[in-house]
């Protein structure tokens, strides 16, 4: 008999079928069987620390869990976020929050770090120093000066002719606050007047100035469009020096 009217035997068909369909219920049932455990590892409940008050920033682990300021609750695996931290971790007590922490937030690991960086209150740009030095009224364009603004800076002295001279001594220098006032005023109000004056600049420019406000009489100039840089040349900002005897 040929293998082909060995297979049309109606025994050999039925049992072919049945084989085929053995195979095809075994691998439906494992097929099932991975979907519910993937089911059920996804609305697992695991127990994490919640902050139960706000926590301020710099606060240590172990402050916080002395404090009760920690609560256990159980969220569902699917939905925590990557390196949350359970009653199981072992986190450094010494370790302290980056930032605040709201109420009900999820505690996370790369929240805590060992050094905070203290909050200055000043936006010094990276790269230059923050200094103050005095200022009168009228040495700050009649108090129009406010945090924020880019001032050219002038120098008065006495020249080696013993003649008082005026010349540019910073193109531009970004004021970060006056007085205690380091925010700019989004109504358009002035700064309550003070003759502190701070401002940023390079180390070599910051160096600079520190010995002129103790030699010489400073003055600050404002540009059209808070922009002293549509002042410049391709020699830089260059004026003339003006004496007294010339």
Same mark, same amino acid.
């Given at each position: 008999?040929?293998?082909? *009217?060995?297979?049309?035997? %109606?025994?050999?068909?039925?049992?072919?079928?049945?084989? /085929?369909?053995?195979?095809?219920?075994?691998?439906?049932?494992?097929? /099932?069987?991975?979907?519910? &455990?993937?089911?059920?590892?996804?609305?697992? /409940?695991? %127990?994490?620390?919640?902050?139960?008050?706000?926590?301020?920033? *710099?606060?240590?682990?172990?402050?916080?869990?002395?404090?009760?300021? /920690?609560?256990?609750?159980?969220?569902?695996?699917?939905?925590?976020?990557?390196?949350?931290?359970?009653?199981?971790?072992?986190?450094?007590?010494?370790?302290?929050?980056?930032?605040?922490?709201?109420?009900?937030?999820?505690?996370?690991?790369?929240?805590?770090?060992?050094?905070?960086?203290?909050?200055?209150?000043?936006?010094?740009?990276?790269?230059?120093? $923050?200094?103050?030095?005095?200022?009168?009224?009228?040495?700050?364009?009649?108090?129009?000066? $406010?945090?924020?603004?880019?001032?050219?800076?002038?120098?008065?002295?006495?020249?080696?002719? &013993?003649?008082?001279?005026?010349?540019?001594?910073?193109?531009?220098?970004?004021?970060? *606050?006056?007085?205690?006032?380091?925010?700019?005023?989004?109504?358009?109000?002035?700064?309550?007047?003070?003759?502190?004056?701070?401002?940023?600049?390079? %180390?070599?420019?910051?160096?600079?100035?520190?010995?002129?406000?103790?030699?010489?009489?400073?003055?600050? $100039?404002?540009?059209?469009?808070? &922009?002293?840089?549509?002042?410049?040349?391709?020699?830089?900002?260059?004026?003339?020096?003006?004496?007294? *005897?010339?």
């Amino acid at each position: 008999m040929s293998p082909r *009217g060995f297979l049309r035997q %109606p025994r050999i068909q039925s049992a072919l079928v049945l084989i /085929l369909s053995i195979f095809v219920g075994v691998g439906t049932y494992f097929y /099932l069987l991975s979907y519910q &455990n993937r089911i059920q590892s996804s609305s697992e /409940l695991i %127990p994490v620390y919640v902050a139960s008050s706000e926590i301020a920033s *710099g606060s240590s682990y172990e402050e916080i869990r002395n404090s009760n300021q /920690l609560e256990i609750k159980e969220m569902p695996k699917s939905s925590l976020p990557a390196g949350v931290i359970t009653p199981r971790s072992e986190i450094v007590a010494s370790l302290k929050t980056k930032g605040p922490l709201a109420t009900g937030q999820i505690l996370v690991s790369n929240y805590f770090v060992g050094e905070v960086a203290p909050d200055l209150g000043l936006p010094i740009p990276k790269g230059m120093l $923050a200094i103050t030095i005095s200022v009168d009224d009228v040495s700050r364009v009649g108090n129009f000066v $406010a945090p924020g603004s880019k001032v050219v800076v002038f120098t008065t002295d006495i020249s080696n002719s &013993n003649a008082k001279e005026t010349k540019v001594f910073l193109p531009e220098a970004l004021v970060l *606050g006056i007085g205690t006032q380091t925010n700019q005023s989004q109504d358009g109000t002035m700064p309550t007047p003070s003759s502190l004056v701070t401002v940023a600049l390079y %180390p070599k420019d910051a160096q600079r100035l520190i010995l002129a406000s103790k030699t010489s009489d400073i003055t600050f $100039a404002l540009a059209y469009g808070n &922009n002293p840089n549509s002042l410049l040349t391709s020699a830089g900002l260059s004026l003339p020096r003006v004496s007294t *005897g010339g």
